[in-house]
């Protein structure tokens, strides 16, 4: 099969990251396709810039799915998801959400490490609007600023495992989810140093991705997730106008 | 005051209506300033076309706030509000928001009377965003395909009217909110037929954004309403970029 | 436009905080009345002082309300306020409420200072019963015995500072509520010197009072929030009598 | 063990309906004394009289409590249950709290069967405030004005047998609860008429009363249950102010 | 009355603590039988553990119920409890369950205080799934592996009434509940010593079970505890077998 | 990989449709192995049943467990999931949370459409039990007597296809799940015929399962799902005492 990951982040090594990890986490016969964001911002952490990354995932989206089985969001807070996935006709998934949903599978309750204090706001909104708010323990970050988002590994593991431990100690976690696509990879190479199973965004999300498109379902024909109703648009590009729009003025 | 009244669907019929219902919810000092999205789509009733609408009041925004002392955002659904209350310095009011919280003050449980079958549940994950889902007695829509959106009042008064009785006899409302800014209007001129006060989004907006604006509180220098971090930014535009990199890589 | 606030604590030195705050809340043309409950304690903390306030706040409405516009009811916890909508054919107005609210339409989860230890318990469920517990980041409290109410914010000012620091660093608060009538004013002198707006109950109170009137909604004629169904009362003096039994056997 | 059980509401006719039923839950060594609101609406049905109902049942457990065991606040909605709790140092019990803790030890969801459309919203709200909304299936009620309120069983008997049969079939429920001091005694006669359990609210409240004293815990010195305190008041009569503020201005 | 107490752990030095408690919370006319679980773990901390015992308590119940009023199900965390529930025709009482609903009766918030760190999570989710996590303040629990589960009272008391004070002042609870059989007795000892009512499982199981009987409820002809439909069943004993399947394939 | 899938229910003709099901929903490199409980009921419908079907699954699975990458219980509403977890080392997945994980990837809410009126509340504390209850549209169900268990799909299904229409339409749902292993392979034959993705258990446990494989997660050493303390039990058999007691007395 074949993904389209979308980083909707304007980082290329923020996107390397995600690449390195997704590699590790496909089946032989899948392919992928790397992304990045062509406006927006180095890293997300905020609802407005969610905002922004959402919709130029939204850009890439509808340039390329046609030669797709299922697209990742590959940024934690999943910009855009459930806009991407009611106007997409394949599989659409996004970090947060597969890590979530897989940390469920394994325990009670999950916590989240973060790689600011800024962005825990934002995430904790994101796993509300999932219904999810009662499974989630807390959510622990890192609380200097961010110098180099591609090193962020690097510069602050010792620090991550350690929020990690008390997530697990103090706030009942069962299972850890470390957030963000600057930390894809990081949980494959601390998971022994953990006490409970770590899990990684864009290897959940990979994961899921498989899993949506062995599953084969059909794609709504009724219900809030099918395409939007036919009606005028304007100014958003043949693609993206043929998904929402379907009568583009502007044509 | 000023203020800068943003309508993000694209259609100029409804940013009539809804500056015609907003000059009769101004106090005497009060300037109203109308923008519509220059791109996106003629009526917003989804995820997708709300993140669009986001986006493009995000830019009007972004250009224009310096003169104003507050934004309404003028889209039952409230597209990108909580993104423009993050990075601007004066208040930003929401359409379902302010109708929401003004009905929370008139009765216990209230209803909202939609426009269409397919705009209900993005209403309802808008209402349960902001923690209100418990004071949703039901959302009731019209069901049949909207023809002439500058037209839905006239051709579909009376049925609007028969769903909000439905609403307070069957469900429990004590408060009605008929949603969506082509409906600009429509309260002001039914109220007396409806059994219990029948709010219009754009009033409430109105009115609270110029409360907002009376109440002179602080921007915040903390949490996670205060200007996002610096960052790297691409192809954004001066204006936002001001606003949300502030490194402009494009600049 | 008339407005009546009363203050169901027994207090004067209290009116006299509430009345310089509402004072500088209101437009030009609005008019105040202060009224103080004739019985009750000097500052209401519990739920059983606050049912004697709220009696004694409906027995002050009963009586005067013809001449207003609307009506606040100043004791934060918002004694009686349900019970007064439910009677007043005018807008009925309380602090917490209206000051939670407010504090939603300026960010994500808001904080309440207060001035006891005791008086959380309350305030808790009180803002639980409107259905917003889930936008509360805490409720932090002086911890000393409370000797001069009408001195609070003289003896305790710094602390009252410190307590808000705190919530929006520990718990994640985006705005903070300087809670009770005491503290009324507190909030305009602190403003600069707090991380993020700061509201107090009273402003937000006189604000939005001012806003209900201008919506100018409808007297409900159904549901849970129209005058309570004729039936015999008695011992209620005359003007209650004619607003909840309408049948006094006592007459 | 002596129990003191007060009717908030006004009617003497209820008086008697709710002694009936009382005295058949009783055990052998268990004293019954009966008290009637001296003040309030013949039948509350809503927010602002359960207000009044409640202060009056204040005034009645502050008067005579010193002489009791235990004492019911005998109304369906539990006017001032919590406030009366809160000073008194002798269990309280109220007849909506005893009957859905009841109803939660016999099945999963219950429903309640009420005697007008009026009264459902604040019994919506009582069972909210408990923390059971999710334990409520359905509330459902008469539709037609009450004439005689000491008649409601045998006018409306049948009726209230078919909506209990309904809530069982439509709703799911588990359990019924027969709701209203006027329907005190109807379950036991038709409870081999229901589907599944009927529970009275008055005999729930009597065996929830002799099953607190049984446990004979002790009365609180910290919390929010303990006593108010000490702070001066006015206007209450001795027995409250004794119990409220222990400071009276007015002795 | 006669009622039948199921110990569902193994440990018969636990059956004695419980069986002390429960003859101490009788009234002269009732009649105890103690019953130990045949097979399982000595002392339940866990789900797993939890299950087998729920399984092992109900097959006691199937043996013995002939000649029972009702049965308590006495261990913390309610092993088997709402399936016992179902195929019973008498009432059956579970110890967390009944400490939680005697506690709403006592105060707003209340917290647990266990004996090990591991067994909190199964106690909280047995009390979400009874929908009361709202008015859960905490559970804490000693940490330092279990010696002599018979001996844990004397070993860990004064660290026991620490941990409940902490919850009072820390928590916001206004009840405490010393959970768990082994602690059987501990509330009445020490409740001079706690600044709030301190509840032991087991009184409120005894009480609440004699207060089940008192009620005399129906046994459900419908719902989702009246007894499960006939089905073909086979391994489970003929009593068992009676009651789940009642067309025993193995007879 | 290697999985074992565990039928709680007795039926040996429900295990040959999961196992017809499971075969199409597996990757060539993955081996089915099917065990049906030795004791229970032939289908379970209640929590009775499923305490039963919960145990047996437990000795199954001890039994067997190391020569297996994961296990699959594989009955709706998860007999005994949470259980078997805690104490494998391997990944443990149930029918009903991998439908509802997944329906959550591919819509906002979902409805289960069931094979009996008696499985819904059970169903539905299930779901409720994961959080996901706020995602639950409605449970719809058969409303006639259960002939043949193996035989519902030929028997019932065009009545089944109609539930599904009716939870779109009225209930919101934005997909569909067909709930029980009696169903299982159904979805696949009808998708066409249903307006939205209609997911089967059997296909999303399996494929959940591979996946929980794939992700390679690290047993937890600490949290409330790393292995029970141990602890002396007996009367468990050697393979369950092994994994709960570690020092079986019976040994």
């Not at 009662?134 to 510069?155: F, K």
């Not at 024909?221 to 009568?247: E, I, M």
């Amino acid at each position: 099969m074949k993904l389209l990951v979308i980083n909707p982040n304007t980082s290329q090594d923020v996107t390397r990251l995600i690449e390195a990890e997704a590699s590790r986490s496909i089946r032989p016969n899948t392919e992928l396709t790397m992304a990045t964001a062509p406006f927006g911002v180095a890293y997300i952490e905020t609802r407005a810039e969610s905002l922004i990354g959402g919709y130029a995932a939204m850009q890439i989206a509808a340039e390329h799915y046609q030669q797709y089985d299922a697209i990742v969001v590959a940024a934690f807070g999943d910009p855009g998801l459930t806009a991407l996935r009611e106007i997409m006709p394949i599989p659409v998934v996004g970090m947060t959400e597969a890590a979530v949903l897989s940390a469920c599978q394994q325990g009670g309750r999950f916590s989240v490490i973060a790689i600011s204090q800024r962005i825990q706001a934002w995430y904790r909104e994101c796993i509300a609007s999932y219904g999810l708010e009662g499974r989630l323990a807390s959510i622990r970050a890192l609380d200097e600023p961010l110098q180099h988002i591609g090193q962020v590994q690097e510069n602050q593991g010792e620090r991550l495992i350690e929020l990690g431990r008390r997530a697990v100690e103090e706030d009942g976690a069962d299972v850890l989810i470390l957030a963000g696509a600057p930390l894809a990879g990081l949980a494959r190479s601390v998971a022994d140093r953990m006490p409970v199973p770590a899990l990684d965004g864009v290897t959940c999300a990979l994961i899921q991705a498989q899993a949506m498109v062995d599953m084969a379902a059909q794609t709504p024909a009724a219900g809030s997730y099918t395409q939007p109703p036919t009606k005028p648009c304007q100014g958003l590009g043949a693609p993206l106008a043929a998904l929402v729009g379907r009568q583009p003025v502007d044509a």
